[in-house]
């Protein structure tokens, strides 16, 4: 167990506790709790910007024979507000979610049983209950995965998901102030499949069929919880078509290496989903509520290039293309004009929303991944919409190192529909020299900057010099975003088997 104790004169006192621990051979846990007494800053004898608060973050494991397990995720904030004005870490002080969940699970054969508990929590702003929150108190699953039912000229796969859960959920809207559940909202659902395979000269076909049984104890009325409960039917088809790979080996020596192949894999997936006739009606909680009906065909082609050098293969350029067409452009009432709607259809996709309202088609979704030789890797992931005629998401990163030295360097770009959500335009880039534990000189640099609102959000300078017994380390730190202003100035001096003297904590190191 460690406990710090800091004093900020001009805020309050934080306490930051570290308790971790092994009880046994198979149990090991880490809880890390921090809060700070704040009182604002004095203004002409007027406390103003106080953000007291705490948080508490954790994990725990352990097992009980017989293939029994246990895991748990800690993750409470007690405000946003609190979270954006102390967090050291940029990452973490722009993060406006908590995630705490619990379970017990055993796998046997071709099935498992979880029982679990959460609490998920989004911030919508630093505002006290400005928070949408959803809990399971508990969810009961009992899966079963694939498993061959029949063979020969047929062959059949049967698997099955089913849940029980209580539920309940809070937000803040716009239209009637906020909204609940009640404590123990219950929801229960069936999901069994049966699945088989197609094979004809390198062309695969693997239809599969799918039963979407859910029951809710509530439902939504023109935007209202109802004690009404709500009743969902819902099969669907899906077919998998997968051509055979096209490819060409190239004989010749390159940088890459002694030979490359290059192949092309085009691939084909036709979705239905029907009886989802409450889709505007349906409480959510969590994937299983964002089915909705659908006719889809989605078109997508990878192209690979493989370098081998001797005897090792490695795949040094991929490039995936996916698009798709929507036959029902509503998806069956669930999808409205003029605001942002999310299903299963556009998750399935990209991250990104883009259901602005009814439409045929979707973005086209490319990645591409280009590792040429070790310690050098790009990545560009973008969504070009034909409907607004430009790429509405686009992010770049690139990562060298080599020997000593470390680029990284990333840029983000969103421009969607307004309905959608606003746009962003950041980038981000740290350089790199040595390591903490080098002898002699190192140094790293870290900053992100917001191209639209032309600020220098983050940037972190930290110098170290070590030698054979002892090193000094010094951090200059500059945040500027939200509610947050300052900076900070740290050091640190290092004793090797002794200790480390200073206000720069190992958490808050740059590398």
């Known amino acids: 167990m460690t406990y710090l104790l800091t004093d900020y004169t001009s805020r309050g006192v934080a306490h930051h506790l570290d308790f971790r621990g092994k009880p046994n051979q198979v149990t090991d846990f880490n809880i890390i709790a921090y809060g700070v007494d704040d009182h604002g800053l004095s203004s002409d004898g007027t406390t103003v910007g106080a953000a007291p608060g705490a948080s508490v973050t954790g994990t725990f494991k352990t ?71 959803i809990r399971k108190l508990p969810e009961f699953e009992f899966l079963g995965r694939d498993r061959q039912i029949a063979s020969g000229s047929l062959p059949l796969w049967f698997s099955f998901d089913t849940s029980f859960a209580a539920f309940h959920r809070s937000e803040p809207t716009s239209e009637s102030g906020f909204y609940q559940t009640d404590q123990f909202t219950p929801r229960g659902d069936l999901e069994p499949s049966v699945s088989t395979a197609f094979h004809w000269q390198g062309l695969s076909i693997v239809p599969t069929f799918t039963m979407h049984e859910t029951f809710y104890g509530q439902s939504l009325v023109n935007g209202a919880v109802s004690t009404g409960a709500l009743n969902r039917t819902a099969p669907e088809i899906n077919i998998d078509i997968v051509f055979p790979a096209i490819e060409r080996i190239y004989d010749k020596k390159t940088f890459l290496g002694d030979k490359l192949k290059h192949v092309v894999e085009p691939r084909l997936n036709y979705k239905y989903v029907t009886g989802v006739n409450d889709f505007l009606d349906t409480l959510r909680f969590d ?50 004009a003029g605001q942002d709607n999310v299903t299963t259809a556009s998750l399935d996709l990209t991250g990104f929303s883009f259901l602005n309202g009814p439409r045929n088609y979707s973005p086209i979704v490319s990645i591409l991944r280009i590792i040429p030789r070790t310690g050098v890797g790009i990545q560009w992931e973008a969504d070009y919409d034909p409907l607004l005629h ?20 990333g840029s983000t770009q969103v421009k969607p529909d307004p309905v959608v959500s606003g746009p962003a335009n950041q980038f981000r880039a740290q350089f790199g020299y040595g390591d903490p534990n080098r002898k002699g000189w190192n140094a790293a640099l870290s900053t992100v900057y917001d191209f639209r609102l032309g600020i220098q959000e983050f940037a972190i300078v930290q110098v170290t010099y070590n030698t054979d017994c002892c090193g000094f380390s010094v951090e200059y730190r500059r945040i500027n975003f939200g509610v947050r202003d300052d900076t900070a100035y740290r050091f640190a001096f290092s004793i090797a088997n002794i200790g480390t003297f200073g206000n720069l904590k190992k958490q808050e190191r740059l590398f």
Do not use: C, H
């Open 390 to 409: 430009r790429l509405t998401n686009s992010m770049l990163s690139a990562d060298v190192r080599y020997k000593k030295y470390t680029v990284s360097a």
């Open 287 to 336: 994937q299983i509520d964002l089915l909705a009906d659908t006719s889809e065909l989605e078109v997508g082609l990878t192209n690979r290039i493989y370098a081998k050098t001797k005897d090792t293969v490695k795949e040094v350029f991929t490039w995936e293309l996916y698009q798709k067409r929507f036959f029902n452009p509503t998806f069956g009432g669930a999808v409205v």
């Open 63 to 133: 097992q009980f024979g017989d293939g029994w397990v246990a895991r748990a995720n800690l993750d409470y904030l007690s405000s946003f507000l609190f979270r954006q004005t102390f967090s050291a870490s940029f990452n973490e002080a722009i993060y406006s979610s908590t995630n705490s969940s619990a379970f017990v699970s055993k796998n046997f054969d071709y099935y498992a049983f979880n029982v679990d508990v959460s609490e998920n929590k989004n911030f919508e702003s630093t505002t006290s209950g400005d928070a949408v929150t």
